[in-house]
């Protein structure tokens, strides 16, 4: 992890200067929209060298959300990305209630790494309720 770069979770990410947000419809199809959003975010912010663990990870967390918001009235997912010019924060909001757990998976599973993925990639992650739902997060850094 950087020195430079302070570990806040995106709802304190409001005083990192760059920000974006996107909403999507919480189906398959959102996926590729959202990792192509946090492809040319980080490329615009001038952080290539994050891109492809962003968008990597911007994956992981928008396809959980949408395995949580399955069987609500109204499925969304929101994501949000912030930037201090260094490190990148990624929120992925769900209307779902319950929280992501890290899993032990067996080597041959063939599901259930996704947050050891973004355990190992990000310089730390974690979650907090919302009113309506949850986020999850993870910090990228260089």
Known sequence: MAAACLI???D???????????????????????????RLMTLEWGLPAL????????????????????????PVI??????????????VWDGG???????DTDPDSEC?????LVESLSAGWGSYRKADGKVVWAIISP
């Open 8 to 10: 806040r979770t995106p």
């Open 78 to 91: 929101w994501l949000s990305l912030a930037s201090d010019r260094t490190c990148i924060a990624i929120g």
């Open 51 to 74: 891109a492809e663990t962003t968008e990597l990870l911007v994956s992981e967390l928008a396809t959980n959300a949408i395995r949580a918001s399955h069987g609500l009235a109204s």
């Open 12 to 38: 304190s990410a409001p005083s990192w200067p760059l920000q974006s947000h996107l909403e999507l419809g919480a189906f398959p199809t959102a996926v590729p929209c959202a990792r192509l959003h946090a």
């Open 112 to 116: 259930g790494r996704g947050l050891l």
């Open 97 to 103: 209630d319950r929280m992501p757990v890290r899993q």
